[in-house]
Nanobody
Framework: QVQLVESGGGWVQPGGSLTLSCALS????????IAWFRQAPGAEREAVSC?????????YYKDPVKGRFTISKDNSKSTAYLQMNDVEPEDGGVYYC?????????????????????WGQGTQVAVSS
């Protein structure tokens, strides 16, 4: 019943910016933590960022994107975002949105794939000159 749909992917030059969106339907958005993962061809899926739906909206980032990416959400639109600034070639790949119920979500494990019950189909980001 829960569905996640990513959008906003495309081609961008190194140093450019791009914003990805993740829309949730079929459940109450406020009850879910939302994370972004990415996967390059031939590589394993890796965590990028996460935002909790709990009070305070705690955010998490992996070191390679700290200071460049910003995760946010808009409960009124049931949508989460990933703003990507100063992108690098290494940022390329398919970006996936994932959701985990607040009741079972553990902040310290935010980068574990097993923490998330729902996944979108992905949106591709290509970074090249």
């Amino acid at each position: 019943q829960v569905q996640l749909v990513e959008s906003g992917g495309g081609w961008v030059q190194p140093g450019g910016s791009l914003t990805l969106s993740c829309a949730l339907s079929g459940a109450t958005f406020d009850h879910y933590a939302i994370a972004w993962f990415r996967q390059a061809p031939g590589a394993e899926r890796e965590a990028v960022s996460c935002i909790e739906s709990r009070e305070g909206r705690t955010t998490y980032y992996k070191d390679p994107v700290k200071g460049r990416f910003t995760i946010s959400k808009d409960n009124s639109k049931s949508t989460a975002y990933l703003q990507m600034n100063d992108v690098e070639p290494e940022d390329g790949g398919v970006y996936y949105c994932a959701a985990a119920q607040d009741m079972y979500f553990s902040g310290p494990l935010w980068d574990w794939i097993r923490e998330y019950d729902y996944w979108g189909q992905g949106t591709q980001v290509a970074v090249s000159s």
